[in-house]
């Protein structure tokens, strides 16, 4: 079973969905999803990409006009186990090609919720 697609948008990207206020836009964010478990993981995914894109960009003195950041994924139809999450950015800003390559790269190394989720966390329900 694949899909559980979420879309997150800010700046020039931002879309008709939910809007949330944003610490790095004064307009916010839009957030496009269903309200189920699996698409809650994936947003945490693209909410934190694209959070850091913003933090990254502006570490490195790059202006973002807009950031859409899509992630999508599946799970075993019997099991219920992850089978990985993908994620997809746009860019509007006018860094070189070279800037928004080396921002993409660092933002995929340094972004927290994807770098826990590769890593694995226990979860454990508390009493």
Do not use: K
Not at 71 to 82: E, I, P
């Amino acid at each position: 079973m694949d899909g559980f697609s979420v879309v997150v948008g800010a700046g020039s990207f931002r879309g008709d969905g939910v809007r949330f206020p944003h610490r790095w836009t004064d307009e916010g964010v839009s957030v496009e999803a269903d309200f189920t478990g699996a698409h809650l993981l994936h947003l945490a995914a693209a909410g934190c990409v694209l959070n850091d894109l913003y933090r990254e960009a502006q570490q490195l003195g790059l202006v973002l006009n807009g950031v859409r950041v899509t992630a999508s994924g599946g799970f075993d139809s019997a099991t219920w186990v992850s089978t990985g999450i993908t994620y997809g950015i746009e860019l509007d800003s006018t860094a070189s090609e070279e800037e928004r390559t080396a921002l993409v790269a660092r933002v995929d190394e340094v972004a927290e919720i994807p770098r826990a989720i590769r890593a694995g966390a226990p979860v454990q329900r508390r009493d």
